[in-house]
């Protein structure tokens, strides 16, 4: 449907703006490159188990449903900053659906919630964050110290809201048994070719 609409709206423009020569400069294809080349390095983490085993790593030992909303929405503000918002969304959804069903708690909504909005002020943070702060970071040749000047004050304010809200929630006392260990020794050399593709 998104698409549909989208189609419809860019055949419209062409009303506007006939096709002509300079409709291929529309397409900054350094930009869809470094998006795609993210999304396939992300995808690539995820199959290998990184982002499950990080998952375990921080909730193994949670106690309290205030701790465990912390540590989610905060995994998801900062995850989203290197893995783009949506991606951080479709790791640490079904992973916080999954154990507020384990655990019986009802604050699900309001955590998702909390976690789609840390997820898009999170995002802001870094230039791979989301689609638009890549092109803003190459359309104005941004350098990295111009960047951070902008937006490091917004994400701040917005970190301290989020973790406000998310304290002052009722707190409850939880129990998280995890079924399976997950372990990264059998994929130490996919996670670094990875890692590698991903810091280039």
Do not use: W
């Amino acid at each position: 449907m998104i698409l549909f609409i989208a189609a419809v709206f860019a055949a419209g423009s062409m009303f506007f703006v006939p096709p002509n020569i300079h409709y291929v400069d529309y397409l900054d294809f350094a930009v869809l490159g470094i998006l795609f080349s993210l999304m396939v390095v992300v995808e690539g983490f995820k199959r290998l188990g990184l982002f499950d085993f990080l998952s375990q790593a921080l909730l193994g030992k949670t106690n309290s449903v205030r701790l465990l909303s912390v540590l989610l929405i905060g995994c998801v503000f900062i995850c989203s900053g290197f893995i783009t918002n949506d991606v951080a969304l479709l790791a640490f959804v079904p992973m916080t659906i999954g154990i507020f069903a384990l655990t019986g708690q009802k604050k699900l909504i309001f955590i998702i919630v909390l976690e789609t909005l840390s997820a898009n002020l999170g995002s802001m943070l870094t230039p791979v964050g989301n689609p638009q702060n890549l092109y803003i970071y190459s359309f104005y040749n941004l350098n990295i110290l111009q960047f951070f000047k902008y937006v490091l004050p917004i994400g701040g304010v917005s970190l301290i809201i989020l973790t406000a809200l998310t304290l002052a929630a009722k707190n409850g006392s939880v129990k998280i048994a995890l079924e399976k260990r997950i372990t990264l020794r059998f994929v130490i050399k996919p996670l670094i070719f990875y890692a590698a593709l991903f810091a280039l």
